[in-house]
């Protein structure tokens, strides 16, 4: 549930342009029930004409994700996490609270990867976007992104102490991988 | 939570295009390619909740390689067939069916309120102690009241 403040304080980066929250075309029978904010930088990427097929994958991921569809998630306490067969939609990393997580998409794409935060329950801040060139080697290091993914949320007030601090708190229509 | 009416989001309702451009065209395709294996996906989890399968007993019963099942649901199997698909969910005690949705019929079947995940200071009524703050007071606060 998004309190009054925290709605308030994304309006303000709304208009400000430091976030944008993710729109769609959606049916007459399709209601949002989840939200997403990203920067503005993210949005432009999915806008790129260049990469259509990679834009209608993620596009198609945050759809489902922002009109309610039922996720599977991983958390970090999750037993035989290593076997990751099952591929979740949204996996908890090792970090936090608060919980910081991966986009997952369908069909998996191992050089594309989103991470974000959930200020509130079905509230999520995609705060980064990491595509990997062709022939790159070597991991991404998740834990920096998580802290410029904190540090940069204060230029719009949202600190960490505001963030949802537990994994099972961020989302509603969810399986659990476990 | 409360009931109230969805006034500030309404969904937007989608034209048919005359002509899809190609950007339409792939995100129609990985919209159900994306939803068929997270299907599959959930179904195979409540399926190992439920009976305790692993995915070796659904490539047994399918009579296929194990590694066919960690490829069906990792979305690696590119070309992922109706045939297989039906044989899938069977195997995980599932039966696939497939809905065309008319969005103008299935929302005139759904109840005119929606249910807004979203904070209300008042479930119902407004209580007797704010009976004299006028409406206009409530105007552009973020808060809805009835």
Redesign the interface.
Known sequence: ????YL??LL?RAEKTGALVRFKH?????????RWIWMRQDILLALKD?TQ??R???V???L??FVLG????MITKEAKHRSVD???P?IKELNFGPPPFVEIR????RRDLRLFGLFIA??HLLLTHWHEKDVGTVGQIPTANLRARSINELKSVHITANILVQDIRDCMEGV?Y?E | MSEVMATDREPQVTRVPEVMTEEQKLLYAARLKGQVLRKLTIAFIDAKKKFGWTQRDIAKRMGVDESEISHILSGKRKNLSLEKIAIYARAMNRRAEIHLIDPEEAVNQKPKTEVINRPFLFANKRPSYLSAVPSSEFENTGWNYV
Do not use: C, H, I
């Not at chain 1, 569809?69 to 599977?72: A, D, H, T, Y």
């Open positions: 549930m998004l309190s009054d709605w308030g309006q075309d959606s049916d007459a029978d399709q209601t949002e029930k004409s259509a097929e834009n209608a994958l596009t198609a991921t759809e489902d569809e039922e996720f599977v067969a099952e591929r939609d998409l369908r069909p998996q329950k079905d399986t991988y």
